[in-house]
């Protein structure tokens, strides 16, 4: 589970920041929240926030998973390796740009946050996602030799490996035709219910949003900050 209460961030400094602005957001596990609005408003600032990356300026209440971690406590007390702990175990990455390390094969870089937590590498949801995902064939090789939405896929899987209690998508589906990317989605959603993992996706693909039914965020702009609020 998720719950952020009056978090705000910045990016740069003096006339030149771009401040953005979460007065609540609460998800249940199991729970998905799509996270819309114009490019450059700050949707991956108010993403790399909520994962850890980037420090918030200002943060009443952040309790994330089961059982409860007070993550503004430990923004407050500085507790970087914490929140570094919290980072690599609860939470579960889709960057924009894929992430993956370029000098690991595909089945490495998905390995990998499982290697990190000491789990057995071995697991038959990550087998059967790699599967639905058609990345069996590609499994030997580095993403240098992959098309971006092959990579896409690869992080895709590779960000659920260690059954995080939250996962980030940062535009999951943008290098993807439609059918793929409602291929992806469905998975997506169908995995973040079964593993009973929070989510939430940034995404301009508002279609493909609500074709899942999933309950949106947009930005508005409010006194020169970005708010995200909810869309009725
Ligand atoms: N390191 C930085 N220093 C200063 N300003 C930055 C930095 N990174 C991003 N920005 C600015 O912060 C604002 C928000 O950027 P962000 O990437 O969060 O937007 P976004 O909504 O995710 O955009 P897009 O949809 O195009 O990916 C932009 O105006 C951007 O120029």
Redo the contacts with the bound molecule.
Sequence with gaps: MLAIKGMMAQ??HGD?A?RIRLPELSLAPGQCLAIT?P???????LLETVGLLLAPSELECFMLGKPQKDVATLWRTREQGELAKLRARDLGFVL?SGGLLPFLSVADNIALPRRIQSLPIKSDRITQAVDRLGLIPLMEKRPAMLSIGERQRVAFVRALAHEPQLLLADEPTAALDPHSAHGLFALFMEVVKELQIAALV?SHDWALVETFGVPRFDAVTVKGETVFEPRP
């Design positions: 990016r740069g030149h771009h609005g490019s450059g408003c700050g949707k991956s600032t924009q940034v």
